[in-house]
């Protein structure tokens, strides 16, 4: 009976056998280092992550994917606004600054200027037509001037349905319908009333044609800026305004809702 401490001695592995003369051998491939195997892992490009769709780029002041000339009306008057036009830019600015000068600096007086305007235009047309017949030459051919027909109807047409929105607005703030117009509106005359106190009318459509040549341009270069600084207004304006709701404009009030009528 063998002794169970005794240590059994397994046998070696069998030695492959050499190959024969004359016959190829390929050799084994070698086993991959851990340093082969992470610069194969640097080399693989990376697998492509799932496409995600578009975010919100945040808060914009005109809405998502509307430009400032869109919203001008993307016509002519918004080439001259944005300065896209700047022949004509440079006259319309130059013209109202002519006109400023004239009444504001040089105390001219709106009845006085076109009066001497007409005198003016008046004396050099009939000038130029005596002088035609005196050198024996036909006279000058003066274009008659007229307004059409459609376009003294568009113009009031535009006039009439601004005129509406206008009065439609004032009438849903008296009824007290919405409170954040409300705000809004008395805000803002009490700003146009502040600036009027400060300056005279002429000086005020002044400073008017002067920010609306140059705050859209800058709004269009600095647009991204503009709407960060905005987005945080908004939300600090919003974050009183639940306050105040909350603590005095709740608390107002209110006559019983009507109730619609059913069709």
């Known amino acids: 009976?063998?002794?169970?401490?005794?240590?059994?001695?397994?046998?070696?592995?069998?030695?492959?056998?050499?190959?024969?003369?004359?016959?190829?051998?390929?050799?084994?491939?070698?086993?991959?280092?851990?340093?082969?195997?992470?610069?194969?892992?640097?080399?693989?490009?990376?697998?492509?992550?799932?496409?995600?769709?578009?975010?919100?780029?945040?808060?914009?002041?005109?809405?998502?994917?509307?430009?400032?000339?869109?919203?001008?009306?993307?016509?002519?008057?918004?080439?001259?606004?944005?300065?896209?036009?700047?022949?004509?830019?440079?006259?319309?600015?130059?013209?109202?600054?002519?006109?400023?000068?004239?009444?504001?600096?040089?105390?001219?007086?709106?009845?006085?200027?076109?009066?001497?305007?007409?005198?003016?235009?008046?004396?050099?047309?009939?000038?130029?037509?005596?002088?035609?017949?005196?050198?024996?030459?036909?006279?000058?051919?003066?274009?008659?001037?007229?307004?059409?027909?459609?376009?003294?109807?568009n113009v009031a047409h535009a006039l009439r349905n601004d005129v509406n929105r206008a009065l439609h607005l004032f009438r849903e703030i008296a009824l007290g319908h919405d409170l954040k117009k409300f705000l809004g509106v008395i805000a803002a005359l009490w700003v146009l009333s502040e600036v009027g106190s400060c300056c005279d009318f002429l000086t005020l459509i002044y400073i008017a044609v002067l920010m609306i040549h140059t705050v859209p341009i800058l709004y269009d270069k600095y647009q991204d800026k503009v709407d960060h600084f905005a987005g945080k207004a908004h939300t600090e304006a919003c974050k009183h305004y639940e306050v105040l709701d909350t603590k005095v404009l709740s608390k107002i009030p209110r006559g019983p809702a009507k109730s619609k009528k059913q069709t």
């Open 1 to 153: 009976m063998a002794d169970p401490t005794e240590e059994t001695i397994a046998a070696p592995p069998p030695t492959p056998a050499a190959p024969a003369e004359g016959d190829f051998a390929p050799p084994l491939p070698a086993e991959p280092t851990v340093e082969a195997v992470a610069s194969l892992e640097k080399a693989a490009p990376p697998a492509s992550a799932p496409e995600t769709t578009a975010t919100s780029r945040g808060f914009r002041l005109l809405g998502e994917d509307t430009s400032v000339h869109k919203v001008l009306g993307g016509g002519k008057a918004a080439d001259v606004l944005l300065w896209k036009d700047k022949k004509t830019t440079a006259i319309v600015i130059g013209g109202t600054t002519l006109i400023w000068m004239l009444f504001e600096v040089l105390d001219y007086h709106l009845l006085t200027l076109i009066s001497h305007v007409m005198i003016g235009v008046l004396a050099i047309l009939f000038l130029w037509s005596k002088a035609m017949t005196f050198i024996k030459k036909s006279p000058p051919d003066m274009p008659v001037v007229q307004i059409p027909e459609d376009v003294a109807v």
